[in-house]
């Protein structure tokens, strides 16, 4: 049995290439025979040629066409394609049999279809039987995947550190053997931060400390006073956290670490100058310094050995011993002892500031001897220039660069098979294949966690939020087959009679395989004739591997025409380009690169794989104040221009040789491409209008009925008079006020309703902007964003420095998979719903997503709610389905399904949460609050929630232990880090530098992001590049972003997905400078370079593939900055090293950890 499951299991799929386009293709590769029936596109589908003309108005090429055209052909903007109802209300009796199908008609289905009479209903087992872990030996015994039974979780939880023995690995302790994590704040009175900051602020402080009084960034504190960020010293770690100021002054840039605790065993006595350099090296190198032994019994408070982050006394039942359970580097040390040397002192980089280090390095009162623990801890006189805190060492919280590492080692050398339900798929950033076994991949769909909590009570006191982040048309890696494409006939998909859900994994046959039961709903549909197959002595269809409907959690379905707008099978969609030639655009050269590029372009439109080439239609418009439509109709010799300058009611100047097949109408296109620079070359027009525009776009497609994509080219804020001309309302005094909110919505409603016309008729906007000053990206960005469009953003436009990026952009954003005229809708089972969405869309009703278009990058985040109680043996089950039109104008239907396990104890529910999708919800559900409420408000709501997810653990599922020690659930340990970076980020804790446009674009960008381009833009990436592979692929192990954690004579390369930079030590090695810019000499290094000179030694070979490998990873390209230590851009750079403390007034990693904690203790009090 297990054999044959596996044959099945491999063989009938292996077909499908990946598409060019990593996207499901009809037609791909010659399907296996027993699965041809299922494969061919309905022959409904095939395209017929293009039809000629727009029949009725394809004679009608004159400028004074008729106004009314318009209205004329908005008919069909009706209501958005049936899904079929959403799941019904709850049902707690029994499974309802659809109304028309009496139980006499199951004989007359015996005779008609001949199944074999079964004399007795053959066992049905429960639905969610195939997901247990249990009931699918195969998957276990091929991969070994790591299932989590019940038992097995609750050992672990209540044994905590027990159970499981650590792997040979690393030294690391694995999540999986330590369910939890914990620092000791002994001395936890004393992290008030508001007590804090007013000690802080005594000139004393100031003096020491060498800086401004920092800025807690916590509620009540007055965050926002901040000096503006060039002003600003460099980002210090707030200071107030140490008990007493440094011990020694440091060598400069060396001190930036603080040190190890050891010191406070020696006290007074200066630290030798090496002990600090051990933490200058990669972290690979997280080895304890070798100047910092541990010393068990000196401090009290002493961590045993074992602990990962604990500094309290031993957690019961760890193991004194444990091998290497211990992060050696990461026990804590430093968090016993005195206090360390404020982790900012990194900036000792500059000479000067060694003086201040020579102040603080003065002998502390009280420091010697003082420190034998908390119990005289309050009894010390205050020292009179720092309150006697402590620091944390920063080396004994939670690294993300060792839980990425360690999810790397340990999961990423087999395959991640979906077919065990409630199995917590590996970290976003780990590489790892995927097989579908039933569930969708994690490549579409990762929850926050895998594990739901029976009854909503359960998830109000976790107040872990249910939450799916779902990227339907997601590109694979290339070594995964892209969905298959089923066709069950003339009548459409298979479907529940009831909830309409699509035949999926999660149907049970029933009856000799005559009727299944929908696991979504229970209710009993018949199954039609051509679709009837005999079951196995298991309940199982013998054909369900050979049916990627029934034995994968993502297919895709031909859709029939009853699931096209108005019946009508769709035309192709056409692209329309609509480019600025007002002043700026002429005079910044960018009209000139995107006629030339233009060119080329068009020979990359987006076309099925079995296609020669695209069906995708073009039209071209140019506009300042008025707009110019050009005819390219092949009969042709030159391209003819209508100007339509009455603005104010938008129509489209002809019809017939606006929108034309590129390879027909090759030359006239080529010929307008070339004649429009030099048109516009002496333009002094510099007023823009942006509605019309769209407008325009709009009523060309509604003229030839089809969806499409406007791709707008845009300089300035449209001023000019026309409906939805805008004012220059930007207004920074706003920041930090109630008022706030106003500046991310739109300044006028008139977008909104543009955008809601665009969805009807299945137009995408896509927006790049080249702005020299505020355009007011709010209002601009909303028609995009409710489209399903994205905008890009290139301000200062100049074609040597950002030419690049914006080509690449383009092109990527052309050439992309992309459906048109998409509804998605989300089932579930019986018990839960989904409530929210977030992300680019439109939304016309509580269930339907509307996208004109779905991208292959776009993601939906998706929030569960309770609507009924859950149960641990059907698990909780989501299907999405996305109906949508491919890029040559078929109709189909995506459909992911997925199902998690249940559970009753909170445990289990904090054993399988996955951070990463937690702070992209967390995330996006902030953005979207500022439209609402000020953004203190929506930092407090979001501090006050995670505190509680973790007081919850605390509370329910930690080991008692002291109240002195943060205890984090093992699979959320980085939520305190990830969460602080999206707290400081500049949507809601602006930089004085950081422009409204700038948040705006941000927000908008993080409201469609995936998991893993999330996750990189909270925390970036950060490579040191000294000690490179040169040879092999391997890239070197990432470090902390940290100051800290820059070596003078390093190289480093920093990306967030949006920016890249290389950041270069004033103290780099001549051969390494000469290797890489082709100069021996720091100070010959040209800042403005944007990629690196191309040298023929293997050092620059490797080190251009690594950046290169990072461009093609993300969907934005990212212009390489090279950043000089000390050079003015360095503040740039350093905004982006999330764990310090920001310009800004974001806490530092350490300082928001202390603060959570504060907030969890107070909370379990
Ligand atoms: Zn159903």
Redo the contacts with the bound molecule.
């Keep these: 049995m297990n054999v044959n499951q596996q044959a099945h299991m491999t063989s009938p799929y292996r077909q499908p290439q990946p598409a060019l386009q990593g996207y499901a293709q009809p037609g791909y590769g010659g399907p296996p025979t027993q699965y041809a029936p299922y494969n061919g596109p309905n022959p409904g589908y095939q395209q017929g040629p293009t039809p000629a003309g727009y029949s009725p108005y394809s004679s009608l090429p004159c400028k004074t066409f008729p106004a009314t055209l318009a209205s004329d052909l908005s008919s069909n903007s009706s209501s958005p394609l049936d899904l079929g109802p959403v799941?019904p209300p709850p049902n707690s009796g029994p499974p309802p049999v659809s109304a028309s199908q009496g139980y006499s008609q199951y004989t007359q289905g015996d005779v008609q279809n001949g199944p074999p009479t079964m004399s007795s209903q053959p066992h049905r087992p429960p639905v969610s039987q195939s997901y247990l872990p249990g009931s699918q030996p195969a998957y276990h015994q091929q991969y070994g995947a790591p299932h989590t039974s019940m038992q097995q979780m609750t050992n672990q939880m209540s044994g905590m550190q027990v159970s499981a023995p650590p792997p040979a690995v690393s030294g690391y302790a694995p999540h999986s053997s330590n369910p939890q994590t914990s620092v000791s704040f002994s001395g936890a009175p004393s992290f008030t931060p508001h007590s804090v900051s007013s000690q802080q602020n005594s000139p004393a402080a100031s003096l020491t400390h060498g800086q401004p009084p920092s800025q807690s960034p916590f509620p009540g504190s007055p965050s926002l006073s901040q000096s503006p960020f060039p002003g600003a010293p460099p980002p210090v770690s707030q200071p107030q956290y140490s008990s007493a100021p440094p011990a020694s002054s440091q060598p400069h840039y060396s001190g930036a670490h603080p040190l190890p605790a050891s010191q406070a065993q020696f006290p007074g006595a200066p630290p030798p100058p090496s002990q600090s350099s051990p933490f200058h090296a990669p972290p690979s190198s997280f080895a304890p310094p070798a100047g910092a032994p541990r010393q068990p019994g000196v401090q009290p408070m002493q961590a045993p050995p074992h602990s990962q982050y604990l500094t309290g006394p031993p957690l019961p039942h760890q193991p004194m011993q444990g091998p290497p359970l211990s992060q050696q580097n990461h026990a804590a040390p430093g968090m016993q002892g005195p206090p360390a040397q404020p982790a900012g002192q990194g900036q000792g980089v500059q000479p000067q500031q060694n003086g201040a280090f020579g102040q603080m390095s003065r002998p502390q009162p009280g420091y010697g001897g003082s420190y034998p623990g908390p119990q005289n801890y309050g009894a010390q006189p205050p020292p009179p220039a720092a309150p006697p805190q402590k620091r944390l060492d920063p080396d004994s919280i939670p690294s993300p660069i060792q839980v990425i590492e360690d999810d790397q080692a340990n999961r990423s050398s087999e395959p991640f098979a979906t077919g065990v339900r409630g199995q917590a798929p590996p970290l976003v950033t780990t590489n790892f294949q995927v097989k579908d076994q039933g569930n969708a991949s994690p490549s579409y769909i990762r929850c926050t966690a895998y594990n739901f909590p029976c009854t909503s009570d359960m998830a109000k006191q976790s107040q872990v939020p249910l939450a799916a982040v779902i990227k339907p048309l997601a590109t694979l890696p290339l070594d995964e087959a892209p969905p298959y494409i089923v066709d069950h006939g003339e009548t459409g998909p298979i479907?529940?009679?009831?909830?309409?859900?699509y035949m999926c994994p999660f149907m049970q046959f029933i009856e000799g395989g005559r009727r299944f039961q929908?696991?979504?709903?229970?209710?009993v549909?018949e199954v039609p004739p051509h679709y009837f197959q005999h079951l196995d002595h298991t309940g199982k269809r013998v054909d369900c591997y050979d049916r990627p409907e029934l034995s994968m959690g993502t297919c895709e379905f031909t859709a029939t025409v009853d699931y096209c707008k108005n019946n009508k099978i769709p035309q192709p969609p056409a692209f329309i380009f609509l480019i600025d030639v007002s002043y700026n655009a002429v005079k910044s050269g960018l009209v000139d690169l995107i006629c030339a590029e233009m060119k080329t372009l068009l020979d990359y439109l987006p076309r099925e794989s079995s296609e020669a080439d695209s069906c995708i239609r073009v039209g071209f418009v140019t506009y300042n104040k008025v707009l110019h439509f050009y005819n390219v109709k092949s009969s042709l010799a030159q391209p003819q221009m209508m100007v339509v300058s009455d603005v104010a009611d938008m129509f489209v100047p002809l019809l017939d040789g606006f929108l034309v097949n590129v390879n027909e109408s090759r030359a006239v296109i080529n010929s307008l491409l070339d004649q429009i620079p030099e048109m516009f070359a002496d333009t002094r027009e510099t007023e823009t209008v942006f509605a019309p525009v769209i407008q325009a776009g709009l009523e060309a497609l509604k003229a030839a009925d089809c969806a499409g994509k406007l791709f707008i080219f845009h300089s300035s804020l449209p001023i000019a008079e026309a409906p939805g001309k805008l004012k220059n309302r930007e207004d920074k005094k706003l920041v930090g006020t109630d008022k706030e909110k106003t500046l991310f919505q739109p300044q006028t409603s008139f977008f909104g309703n543009l955008a809601k016309e665009c969805v009807a008729q299945g137009c995408c906007v896509d927006l790049f902007l080249f702005p020299n000053q505020y355009v007011d990206v709010a209002t601009l960005g909303v028609v995009p964003s409710q489209t399903g469009g994205s905008v890009y953003k290139y301000t200062y436009f100049q074609v040597p420095s950002d030419g690049d990026r914006f080509l690449n952009d383009l092109r990527r954003d052309v050439q992309k998979q992309v459906g048109f005229d998409a509804v998605m809708r989300v089932?579930t089972s019986t018990g839960i719903r989904a409530t929210d969405f977030f992300g680019d869309f439109y939304m016309s009703n509580t269930t339907d997503v509307e996208l004109a278009g779905l991208d292959c990058d776009k993601a939906v985040t998706v929030e569960f709610r309770h609507d009924d109680k859950l149960s641990e043996e059907s698990g909780a089950l989501m299907q999405c389905a996305v109906l949508y039109t491919s890029c040559s104008g078929q109709r189909r239907l995506r459909v992911h399904n997925l199902s998690v396990n249940c559970c009753t104890q909170l445990a289990d529910l904090y054993r399988n949460c996955d951070t990463d999708t937690l702070i992209n919800f967390f995330a996006k559900y902030a953005y979207r609050s500022i439209l609402n409420s000020p953004t203190k408000t929506v930092r407090d709501t979001l501090i006050n929630q995670s505190a509680q997810i973790l007081s919850c653990y605390r509370k329910n599922c930690a080991s008692p232990s002291s109240a002195g020690q943060l205890i984090l659930p093992e699979c959320m340990k980085l939520l305190p880090v990830y969460l602080n970076c999206v707290l400081k980020s500049d949507i809601l804790q602006p930089g004085a530098d950081i422009s409204l446009d700038d948040r705006a674009y941000l927000r908008q960008l993080v409201t469609s992001m995936d998991v893993a381009e999330s996750h990189v833009f909270f925390y970036p990436r950060l490579l040191p590049l000294q000690k490179l592979d040169v040879e092999g692929d391997s890239l070197p192990t990432a470090v902390r972003a940290s100051e800290e954690r820059l070596s003078k004579g390093g190289l480093y390369l920093l990306e967030n997905g949006l920016h890249l930079f290389l950041w270069v030590g004033a103290n780099v090695q001549q051969e390494l400078l000469q290797s890489v810019f082709n100069t021996p000499s720091f100070g010959q290094i040209d800042p403005s370079m944007t990629n690196l000179p191309v040298l023929d030694n293997p050092y620059s070979r490797r080190l251009r593939a690594i950046i290169e490998s990072f461009r093609a990873e993300r969907p934005r390209y990212m212009k390489l900055m090279v950043v000089k230590q000390d050079d003015k851009l360095e503040l740039i750079f350093k905004h982006f090293l999330v764990e310090d403390k920001s310009a800004s007034g974001g806490a530092s990693y350490v300082d928001f950890l202390c603060h959570m904690h504060k907030e969890i203790r107070q909370l379990l009090s």
Excluded at 495 to 501: L, Q, T
């Design positions: 799941r479907r529940c009679n009831r909830c309409k859900a929908c696991g979504f709903c229970s209710c549909t089932r």
